[in-house]
């Protein structure tokens, strides 16, 4: 019998709205041909349930993705919620305890990128750094932010950095390398701990390469050398850039997954935002949702589900036919959405 699970969706903002239900729309595909059964648990979050409701992550949210076996999220105007109405995204990664992001990016053939030579994966520290939200004035012509780094959550990002490694060198048949990137010169504490946890964990993973980068050269070289690169190790500021740079060599955010596990939760989302120059408009790249879907399945265990999808769309993307604007086409996300969902070929 297939198995089931409840999906905690948060559609969020701008264009998330309409690329969770393109990936909804895959999910119920492959329970309609005898795969596994989704419920859906649709909860609020985000900018326009902090104008509804007060606040951006209500109770409610947080304890439905606690109660679901997966959570998947749209994309949330986080920049427009002000410091009362609460931080959705940075709520939810501490409320399901989760410290890291994962974010591959890769050439995909057919898609021409600014090069044809990457295949990485960025693994983010997504609940302190420079992102803490501990911000103050000294006084009305100085602002402060401060920077967080924990042993905690360092050590926590770097073993789902090397964890990420093995599994790539187990998948690709060739050694894997983990670059951890710094600006220690400067931020000799806080990068100076990030760097300690880091080498504390390589000493665990003797068969995984191990080296560190300054994020000023690690920038330059992944758009010089961008084969160089296997996993880059990063805290959340830099992470947050350097996985856009990634995405961008590869083919766009249009394209560019993400997933967040911890111990007991997991929440999934594109790396991309709201886009407010194309929401509303249906015309968004839902690949980057449904490759999110993809990485979803293969936590719950559903690796078969998760290769069908995959296939289909980087057999639709290869075919080259149907492409939304992003990719120089002018598909609407509904004509791309149901481009993959022929192409899902269940055995
Ligand atoms: P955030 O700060 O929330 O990450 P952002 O300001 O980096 O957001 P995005 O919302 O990710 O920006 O959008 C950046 C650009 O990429 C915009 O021009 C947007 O239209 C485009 N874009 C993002 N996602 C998609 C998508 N799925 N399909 C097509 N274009 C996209």
Redesign the pocket.
């Known amino acids: 019998m297939a198995s089931s699970y409840t999906i905690c969706v948060l559609p969020g903002d ?2 998330g709205t309409e ?1 969770t239900d393109c990936g909804r729309q895959v999910l119920d595909a492959l329970s309609g041909r005898g795969g596994p059964r989704f419920d859906y648990d649709v909860r609020p979050a985000g900018y326009y349930t902090f104008l509804g409701v007060g606040h951006s992550l209500p109770d409610g949210t947080l304890d439905a993705a606690k109660a679901a076996d997966a959570v998947l999220v749209g ?5 427009q919620i002000p410091p009362h109405g609460g931080d959705p995204l940075g709520g939810l990664r501490i409320g399901l305890e989760v410290s890291a992001s994962v974010r591959p990016s890769r050439t995909i053939d057919g898609i021409a990128g600014p090069t044809n030579d990457i295949d990485c994966v960025v693994v983010r520290e997504v609940t302190e750094g420079l992102y803490s939200r501990d911000e103050y004035m000294g006084d009305d012509d100085a602002a402060y932010a401060v920077r967080v780094v924990t042993r905690k959550a360092s050590t926590n990002t770097a073993r789902m950095a090397f964890a990420q490694a093995m599994a790539r060198q187990e998948t690709y048949g060739r050694p894997s390398l983990v670059t951890a990137v710094h600006k220690v010169g400067v931020l000799k504490l806080s990068d100076g701990l990030f760097l300690e946890a880091c080498a504390d964990v390589a000493r665990e993973f003797p068969e995984i390469a191990y080296e560190t980068a300054n994020i000023d050269t690690c920038a330059m070289d992944m758009v010089r050398n961008p084969g160089h690169f296997d996993v880059i190790l990063a805290t959340n500021a830099f992470g947050d850039i350097l996985s ?1 740079v990634a995405a961008g060599l590869a083919a ?3 394209l560019a997954a993400s997933a967040c596990i911890g111990e007991r939760w997991a929440y999934f989302e ?9 929401a509303g408009k249906g ?7 449904i490759l999110t879907v993809a990485m979803m399945l293969r936590y719950l265990g559903e690796d078969e589900s998760a290769d069908v999808v995959e296939t289909a769309v980087y057999g639709v993307l290869e075919d080259g036919k149907i492409r ?3 990719l120089g086409g002018n598909a609407t996300s509904t004509e791309m959405t149901d481009a993959i969902l022929s192409s899902l070929k269940i055995k």
């Open positions: 701008g264009i690329v994309a949330m105007d986080v920049a856009d766009g955010l249009g594109p790396v991309h935002g709201t886009a407010p120059d194309i015309i968004a790249n839902p690949c980057a949702t939304t604007g992003d």
